[in-house]
């Protein structure tokens, strides 16, 4: 049996990870879960999986317990999040929570010798080479839930000791695949929520639509995979079928297929080396028919080129555009900007930060305030 702590249990990583083990309780006994706000919910978790400690990580604190819940021990606020990825027993530690405070958790459950199974972006995206280090210090790889970062993953476990030549990175291209760059531009909040495929938050499905999630994306691979940004292609496939595929040096390419349903990569991380059900069917090739593939537009879509300009400048550069590009999203959500605008922020912020350090973590969380403060200071005026 392992035992799994789950931090972001309510958002639709957590509550899918939990249809997991309701799944298969023989298999999982969940010790921890977090939340940032939604304290109901969390209750309810609590109610069903009798985890050892739970937590609500933002807002006033928990409040009163419900008397049934009294067996287990509520925490409030960042020592929430670190008790849940360290301190509390538990063999894998399945970080999905969404922003930077990721790249703590992850460090914090490294440290603690856990296996990550990680959702968060900007753990890698921010702090890639620390935690790598880590990770290959405690001897636990990292177990990658982003679908297309598992896909490859998957892709490499037969391997052996064949490099990868190349990575092929496959995108949905979003809502606004086929759109103008000025209709792009002026796209709305409801545009940008619509996304085609996958049914995810707000602030990723944003991300989706102006591509930087596949920006980050390139740079978690970059990472995860030892990879030179200039041997990772992105693939636009609007079917979101094949989750991304590997190249290697006598022409093969191993692909890993399945259907758009985040309990596929979610259910890997949690069985590896193994393999179980998640109540997914295979994909029906014959209803599916056709697979397409194109060229990523990267004047459409400028969030591409950003980011492998990032990762070339190296030092905080991807910190930088990780976050201003949340502050920014956060603006447009809020309607304070347009679409467009997102584009012009990070980019903005990327120049005026271009030679900030990203060696230790304090360093990291410093760079990433600055490119914030640059982002608001702009709405402000
Ligand atoms: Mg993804």
Redesign the pocket.
Known sequence: MKKIAILGSTGSIGTQALDICRRHPEEYRVTALTARRSREKLFEQVREFRPEMAGLTEGAGIGDIPDDLRFCRFMSGKEALRAAAAEVDADQVLVSIVGIAGLQSVMDALEAGRQVLLANKEALVTGGRLVMEKSKEIGKPILPV????SAIFQCLQGAGPNRAKRILLTASGGPFRTWSRERIRKATREEALKHPNWDMGAKITVDSASMF?KGL?IMEARWLFDMPEDRIQVVVHPESIVHSAVEFEDGAVLAQLGLPDMRVPIGYAMSYPGRETTGVPGPDLFAIGKLTFEQPDEEKFPSLRMAKEALKAGGAACTVLNGANEEAVAAFLRGEIAFGEIYERVEEAMERLSDLKAGSLEEIFEADRRAREIVREKERK
Request: aromatic residues 0%; proline residues 0%.
């Open positions: 982003d679908s297309e970062h999630n994306e």
